[in-house]
């Protein structure tokens, strides 16, 4: 096997990402380090002003009682205060836990009272749900609120992040940290399962710094249009200035275009990271207006595939010089892979279009990726003859230093998705892909969303981009019908807004249009049975992961 720790030269044994920061801050101490929006304008800290912070955070954090691993609930809106907490966090060697409160009250309780933090720092609404849901937050020890609230202050006791600043100093050394010491727990979305947290450590961070560096050249100085949060955290450590703009987290396909793109007129950013709902949002509304992203070279979009057409109206609105890069990969791994816009257009898009499935291009840096037989059943070692003939579709493991090992407090989720081997963890990426003869990886779908029909295993995706051509549609969802082994391929269709049919001859001829559309590829030939459904079910986090089981039982509802 190859070794997939080569591409970064050897981690040092102890280490702690925060130097990264203090790094930037004795080079370029006046750089920008996050910008925010506000009603008198931006506001702007620099790199100096955020190292001064997080250490007088941490020093202050320490003083009120907070040791080295203590995990650390952080309940903050996206902007100064959460990437000055999580820096302050990391240098005194204590455990960020971020959940998205997105993912509903329910599985947010259930996830606070699994990792049991001693810690919590909120705004005040959260810490009005501590006294609403006390269970859930039974284990915390030191709270402090964000913001100046006086109800969030008798919450909390009197404990703020102000007091607790005041109380340190500018200078802190990091604590002496490990690169398997734990740095955080991150939350997956949940869009095929409960929600999981996934153990970074200090090294498996640094990894990443390294690896998204050497897949997208990313250079200190940069203005990053942060569309998605915890991408943040990533720009710090490169030296890159953090804009945030105005998306709510918990629902950015609600974001305003002209808005977002006045912002984008204000700071010129050279990257930016979003998930393809807010791409949806603003590309076209460039499109329709006229406008162009000057001066964005690099536009990044993660959760979820996007269709042809939306990277060819991008390619509108960049500058010559600019490009779409989506990275594959998940919570427990990324990058894994990447694939551009120009890879794409036009050489990738005819064989999208033909049913091949998704490309999500070559492997990243220090990545070892392989497809093993699919199976639901955990794997307990790593075997060669896992692995399926070249060509045939698989499950897609990973191994490599950019790769979690386990999840927090969960020992069968971990079993489930991890697979020991003498050279590393396999992580079990969930998803089913096949790898083309140039070395592309190609996206077919979720594990858990396969169809199991008559004549074997049919995965979803190849089948949804034959009929996301049809002008009216906005997007498809195939599932199964019927008892394992023998389900039928059923195609619910999302139609774009107004053009829900609304009677049976409506109905009908809409779906003889995409049986047409159907007949032209084998991939999709077979399909007859047509849903229409107003609204899918999708992740908060990028509300763009459509949620298949709840359609699959929708489906199962209108058959009965």
Not at 212 to 223: A, N, R
Not at 454 to 469: A, D, I, K, M, S
Not at 484 to 498: K, N, Q, S, T, Y
């Amino acid at each position: 096997m190859a070794d997939p720790y080569a591409a970064f030269g050897v981690l040092p044994e102890r280490i702690n990402v925060s130097r990264r920061l203090m790094l930037h801050a004795r080079e370029a101490p006046d750089r920008p380090a996050v910008i925010v929006p506000g009603p008198k304008g931006l506001d702007i800290t620099t790199y100096a002003q955020l190292n001064a912070r997080s250490s007088r955070l941490a020093g202050g954090l320490i003083e009120l009682g907070v040791k080295p691993g203590d995990r650390t609930c952080v309940f903050v809106k996206p902007g100064a205060d959460l990437v000055t907490i999580v820096w302050g966090l990391w240098k005194l060697g204590a455990v960020p836990v971020l959940i998205d409160p997105g993912m509903g009250r329910e599985r947010m309780l259930s996830c606070l009272e699994r990792m049991a933090p001693r810690v919590f720092i909120g705004i005040p609404k959260a810490h009005l749900a501590r006294k609403l849901y006390p269970a859930a937050f039974q284990t915390i020890e030191i709270s402090i609120t964000v913001g100046s609230s006086l109800l969030g202050g008798l919450l909390s006791r009197g404990s703020t992040l102000a007091k607790v600043e005041k109380a340190g100093t500018d200078v802190i050394e990091p604590h002496d940290t490990a690169n398997d010491d734990p740095a955080a727990i991150l939350f997956t979305s949940g869009s095929t399962g409960p929600p999981k947290g996934v153990h970074y450590t200090h090294g498996m961070f640094e990894a990443q710094v390294r690896a998204l560096d050497k897949l997208y050249g990313f250079e200190p100085g940069e203005i990053d249009f942060c569309g998605l949060p915890a991408f943040a955290l990533f720009d710090a450590a490169l030296g890159m200035t953090s804009v945030f703009p105005p998306i709510d987290p918990s629902n950015p396909e609600s974001c305003d275009p002209a808005e977002l793109f006045a912002l984008f007129e204000k700071v010129r950013p050279s990257t930016a990271f979003a998930s393809p709902a807010v791409w949806r949002r603003l590309i076209p509304w460039c499109v329709d207006n006229g406008y162009k992203l000057e001066g964005l070279r690099r536009a990044l979009t993660a959760g979820a595939p996007i269709p042809p057409k939306l990277v060819r109206d991008f390619h509108r609105v960049l500058p010559m010089d600019g490009d779409l890069h989506t990275p594959y990969g998940a919570t427990e791994a990324l990058p894994v892979s990447s694939v551009s816009g120009r890879e794409m257009i036009p050489d990738l898009e005819t064989r999208v279009l033909q049913g091949e499935g998704t490309p999500v291009g070559t492997v990243a840096p220090g990545i070892d990726l392989r497809l093993i037989r699919v199976t639901d059943d955990p794997i307990r070692e790593w075997s060669d003859d896992l692995e399926v003939a070249k060509g045939e579709i698989g499950e897609v493991v990973v191994r490599g230093p950019v790769v979690t090992h386990a999840y927090a407090e969960d020992a069968s989720a971990t079993a489930a998705a991890k697979i020991p081997s003498s050279l590393g963890i396999w992580h079990r990426m969930g998803d089913l892909g096949q790898i083309d003869e140039n070395g592309c990886l190609w996206f077919l779908g979720r594990k858990s969303q396969r169809l199991m029909t008559r004549l074997g295993l049919r995965t979803p995706v190849p089948t949804e981009n034959v009929f996301n051509t049809h002008p009216r549609v906005r997007r498809t969802a195939l599932v199964g019908v019927g008892p394992a082994g023998e389900e039928m391929p059923v195609l619910i269709v999302e139609p774009v807004p107004g053009e829900l049919p609304k009677s049976k001859v409506m109905t009908d001829a809409f779906a003889n249009q995409l049986k047409v559309i159907g007949r032209k590829c084998k991939v999709s030939s077979d399909i007859e049975t047509f849903l229409f459904h107003p609204e899918f079910p999708v992740d908060v986090r990028h509300n763009s992961k459509i949620h298949r089981e709840e359609l699959k039982d929708w489906a199962q509802e209108q058959f009965r």
